[in-house]
């Protein structure tokens, strides 16, 4: 008999998102009348960029051709895609093209990384917190340490009480849309240099900082070098979440203790773990992600990512013009709605969905600090919003 990894059955019976995936259908199929509008999970809706496109069909084309054809490629991905990610996304910070490693998205990195660190490895979570990185440590029977962001600390964890070994923050962040300064992630980096923890600092939804002053990446602190590994994403900027591809930043001086006692680089051991474990991101999709750093593919996904951002701030505008208090929506396409006092998350979700036909996301599956909120996505078709947030002027609450 094999014995399963009984970790999994501490995990909630679904994923957040698939969770709302299903009470949608059941809602949908008792009541297939209704147009419901999707603001729930970020999915994007805007087609992929004309740069874009034109690298897809101009790499499509060259697999039809002896010259072109391409099997396997380097499992760290292209040099063409480190070389152009080194230069144009962190010029001056000091990473080189051996510190990325390019991957089919943030999401696998995130979920995957942590296979690095030991069994007893106690990580540190934001809650609320993208599911991913909780659920990551469960399936590992890992302890986690939760660190509370509500409006009443303006959504600004506090240091923990107790030493964690990694510590995962996401900033803008989803869910709540909020960012730190400059001097906020400072204190974190100070953390961990002095605890000696490491950060994985998820930056997928960088290009929708627009206030000045906002980091952008955790490099730009000073130390982050030595502590923390960041990871992108080309999803929510350009469009990929169907095409998929990501990366993770892994300087060569973060490390981490072995056994006997030596300092082991984190780039050594994710190069071994991905050359062994994964075969890279499509030549295809290297490609084309390579076109969203050219001046033409960043003023177009600039222009994406500004429409994703108008929705945002309308439907923020919209539960500010109920009465409520909205928080994010400005440097990200998440907007995070504190609900009337003592209501339910998941009873403002159906709610919302039997008398406006919007589907958002409960504040709640991101975790019991996120109890009495609701997300909403600025990721919608810009008439659909509209439509949303017309719907949402009539609602009374
Ligand atoms: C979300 O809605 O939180 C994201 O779409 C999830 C993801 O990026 O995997």
Redesign the pocket.
Known sequence: MAHINAHYLDLPGNYL?SEVARRVAAYTTANPEQRIIRL????VTRPLAPAIIAALQATVAEQATPEGFRGYGPEQGYSFLTRIIAESEYAGLGISQEEIFVSDG??CDLGNFPELFAQDTVTAVTDPV?P?YADTAVMAGRALVHLPCTAENAFVPALPTRRPDVICLCYPN??TGTVLTKEQLRVWVDYARANDSVIFFDA?YEAFIREPGIPRSIYEIEGAREVAVEFR?Y??TAGF?GLRCGYAVVPRTVSGLAPDGRRVPLNDLWRRRQTTKYNGCPYIVQRAAEAAHSAEGKAQLRQAVDGYLENARSIKKAFEELGLAVFGGVNAP?VWVRLPQGTDSWDFFSLLLQRAGIVS?PGAGFGAAGQGYL?L?GFGDPKDTEEAVKRLRRLQI
Do not use: H, L, Q
């Open positions: 998102f729930g999970i970020g999915d943030a999401k993208y991913v989803n869910p997928a994403s999803s929510k979440t998440y996301t997300r996505t």
